[in-house]
């Protein structure tokens, strides 16, 4: 059974840090590319960083400089760490795997339940 788990979200003032955690269980890790998203209030669910079985990162323009992406395949978590963090960044964060080949229920995609992030004075 397939179960991912965000975590390391919460209140922090502008300027500030958090790193959020990605952690996986029923997949085959190290196959597995790992995504990170947000959703605003109001606004459609984006992508904000990617990293593939290779350790090749994208992160969106937005967040570049700032935010990185990495994983730990001993550990099976991947983590997005957030640094000067503005108003704007304020979300729920949503961490997706995605597997090179369908499982046994014939699924490519799984999400986890996110991680709300404040960004505020």
């Known amino acids: 059974q397939v179960h991912i788990a965000e975590s390391g979200g919460g209140l922090v003032q502008p300027g500030g840090s958090l790193r959020l955690s990605c952690a996986t269980s029923?997949?085959?890790?190290?196959?597995?590319?790992m995504g990170w998203y947000r959703q605003a209030p109001g606004k459609e669910r984006e992508l904000v960083a990617q990293i593939v079985t290779d350790g090749s990162r994208i992160h969106v323009d937005s967040v570049k400089g700032r935010f990185f992406v990495s994983r730990d395949d001993a550990k099976n978590t991947a983590y997005l760490q957030m640094n000067s963090l503005k108003p704007e960044d304020t979300a729920v964060y949503y961490c997706?795997?995605?597997?090179?080949?369908?499982?046994?229920?014939?699924?490519?995609?799984?999400w986890g339940q996110g991680t709300q992030v404040i960004v505020s004075s």
């Open positions: 029923g997949i085959i890790f190290r196959l597995a590319n």
């Open positions: 997706k795997t995605t597997l090179a080949v369908a499982d046994s229920a014939g699924n490519t995609d799984y």
